[in-house]
T-cell receptor, first 114, second 115 residues
Framework: DAGITQSPRHKVTETGTPVTLRCHQT?????MYWYRQDPGHGLRLIHY???????DKGEVSDGYSVSRSKTEDFLLTLESATSSQTSVYFC?????????????FGPGTRLTVL | AQTVTQSQPEMSVQEAETVTLSCTYD???????LFWYKQPPSRQMILVIR??????QNATENRFSVNFQKAAKSFSLKISDSQLGDAAMYFC????????????FGTGTSLTVIP
């Protein structure tokens, strides 16, 4: 398995506060992704990155921003958290080994916004 | 965007029996990749099996195999000799071979294994 860690693993915060989730990988994978998982919706892509400083929006990007200043780190920021952003957040990576390259996932972060 | 549909929110199977999970997808592309991921209660997403669309032969991984019907845009997962450890949420996923590196996931099927 790819070495992907997420921090924090659990967080409870209040509406209106900023929150930053961190994803760290040790595989030197080019592509990194942030998903949210909600019951009945599966995994939905928030943002992804195809290289340092290169990012793009996914399906549910409103209210989220990302940054990638190093290959190994991909940060997800909720500028002003809302209750609708209560979810489980997954980071994933994939390499540059070809079109069929598989995604590898981190362990997830459970975020609760009160 | 491509859509991936898993029409069975929940399935159950007796231990040692065989179960098939369904997945259909919508695409106009000819080159793509399909995946099945397993998510046990630990929440960790684990790759089960993958299939390249240009390959006619169905992929197999031990007790897991797929039935890939390209014309029907169907990609079902068969689990043989089901074990208690197979109990999990299973997600089907699609990745284009031509338009970038986005993956599209279905909504998942929750599999219960009955002892």
């Amino acid at each position: 398995d790819a070495g992907i860690t997420q921090s924090p693993r659990h967080k409870v915060t209040e509406t209106g506060t900023p929150v930053t989730l961190r994803c760290h990988q040790t595989e030197n994978h080019r592509y990194m992704y942030w998903y949210r998982q909600d019951p009945g919706h599966g995994l939905r892509l928030i943002h992804y990155s195809y290289g340092v400083k290169d990012t793009d929006k996914g399906e549910v990007s409103d209210g989220y921003s990302v940054s990638r200043s190093k290959t190994e780190d991909f940060l997800l920021t909720l500028e002003s958290a809302t209750s609708s952003q209560t979810s489980v957040y997954f980071c994933a990576t994939s390499g540059q080994g070809g079109w069929g390259d598989t995604q590898y996932f981190g362990p997830g972060t459970r975020l609760t916004v009160l | 965007a491509q859509t991936v549909t898993q029409s069975q929110p929940e399935m159950s199977v007796q231990e040692a029996e065989t179960v098939t999970l369904s997945c259909t997808y919508d695409t106009s592309e000819s080159d793509y990749y399909l995946f099945w991921y397993k998510q046990p209660p630990s929440r960790q997403m684990i790759l089960v099996i993958r299939q390249e669309a240009y390959k006619q032969q169905n992929a197999t991984e031990n007790r897991f195999s797929v039935n890939f019907q390209k014309a029907a845009k169907s990609f079902s997962l068969k689990i043989s000799d089901s074990q208690l450890g197979d109990a999990a949420m299973y997600f089907c996923a699609y990745r284009s071979a031509n338009t970038g590196n986005q993956f599209y996931f279905g909504t998942g099927t929750s599999l219960t294994v009955i002892p």
